[in-house]
Structure formats: C-alpha cells, structure tokens
C-alpha cells in the first residue's frame, strides 16, 4: 500500500476506506464508501465526481 504522507486534498490520511462491491477495507478513522476502482483512484490522488462516495468528509475528494 502507498504510504499516505502528509494531508492534500486527494490522499485519504485519517480515513477507513471501505469499498461496497469487495470485502476490502484499509486504514483507520472516519469511513468513506465507495466502489474498490473509485477508491484506488481516491488512493492515488484523483478527485471523484459527486454522489461516488459516502461518508464524512467526502466533499474534501470530490472536483468541483
């Protein structure tokens, strides 16, 4: 796994990721849902369109 470094707008520190179509989950705090292909792309810097993520804070991964 990348090692999640310091806080930007697209890395996920502080975050449980869960993804609802695997039984896949990695990290620790608050949780933020989504498709497992949503949050590898979330995980690798990229923002999300809206509706793709549930969870507190998600606005934080979503473009504008």
Do not use: K
């Not at 707008?9 to 620790?28: H, I, K, M, N, V």
């Not at 990229?46 to 979503?62: I, S």
């Amino acid at each position: 796994m990348p090692s999640w470094g310091a806080p930007t707008p697209g890395r996920c520190d502080l975050r449980t990721l869960r993804a609802d179509d695997l039984d896949w989950s990695y990290g620790t705090g608050a949780p933020l849902h989504g498709t497992a292909q949503d949050l590898l792309l979330l995980a690798f810097g990229r923002r999300l369109p809206p509706g793709r993520l549930r969870g507190e804070h998600e606005g934080r991964f979503v473009a504008a």
